[in-house]
């Protein structure tokens, strides 16, 4: 079939996409609405927060590929990123529609972003809109918060039963004083990061983090040298959710292999 010229794009964007989008401007979601080169042709007023621009109207026309300086200064402040963090974010998440749209196939993928201590997880999902020729002329974006740690909670609490020494136990009664490295090691294995991999984020030995756990972070909780169990009591009073500055940046999480 003929390939659409950007005129008949335009015109089938314009009056068929478009206006059933419309009426959501203030909705209550994370919706916005792409051209086939990742423009922004819609977004909801809530997306524009998001992103840190406070009218919807500013953000028509904004790619990835580009983001606006106020969105940069925004999301810096907001969230204590940094200016090569937030454009590698943004360079990856381009990237990832570039895939949707080339590939003409949906995309997902987890927007983790650290905020007030903890990771802000939205699961976002991108889905090309054909026209009848087959011809992608749109791109969908939704996004739902998605909490990242509550299979760890869950895990937490249904192990209850088990620990019930735990459950009396808090942060303060503990007196749990971490050193940045100890925070760091604690905050992946109780993320399900294995020792190995952590050793190799950290930039060191395997045996280094097993012995910072067993005789640096282990007594501190009045524990003997059992991971398990140290894991089961720091998710229980939620140190697996607040970040280390040290980790403090936003992930783009594929959610299976595009590539």
Not at 16 to 38: C, E, G, V, Y
Not at 182 to 188: A, G, K, R, V
Request: glycine content about 4%; overall charge neutral.
């Amino acid at each position: 079939m003929k390939k659409l010229t950007d005129k008949e794009r335009d015109k089938y964007v314009q009056e068929i996409i478009l206006p059933a989008f419309q009426w959501m401007s203030k909705s209550n979601s994370f919706t916005t609405l792409f051209s086939a080169d990742a423009k922004i042709l819609f977004i909801t007023e809530k997306s524009a927060a998001s992103i840190a621009i406070d009218s919807a109207d500013k953000c028509i026309g904004m790619s990835y590929a580009t983001p606006l300086e106020e969105s940069i200064t925004g999301l810096k402040q907001k969230y204590r990123l940094d200016t090569d963090n937030i454009l590698g974010a943004c360079a990856k998440i381009y990237q990832t529609q570039l895939l949707a749209i080339n590939n003409k196939k949906s995309v997902s993928y987890i927007d983790m972003i650290p905020y007030a201590g903890q990771f802000h997880g939205y699961l976002c999902i991108l889905t090309p809109i054909l026209h009848p020729s087959g011809e992608v002329v749109a791109l969908l974006s939704n996004s739902v918060k998605h909490y990242l740690f509550g299979l760890h909670e869950f895990i937490s609490t249904a192990n209850a039963d088990s620990i019930p020494a735990l459950n009396s136990l808090t942060a303060e009664n503990l007196e749990i004083s971490l050193s940045k490295r100890q925070h760091e090691i604690l905050f992946l294995i109780c993320n399900g990061f294995s020792q190995e991999l952590v050793a190799q984020m950290l930039k060191v030995t395997r045996g280094t983090i097993a012995k910072t756990i067993s005789t640096q972070i282990c007594p501190k909780f009045n524990i003997v040298n059992d991971s398990a169990r140290l894991i089961d009591l720091a998710r229980q009073l939620k140190l697996h959710q607040t970040i280390p500055q040290s980790l403090w940046r936003q992930y783009i999480v594929m959610l299976e292999d595009n590539s």
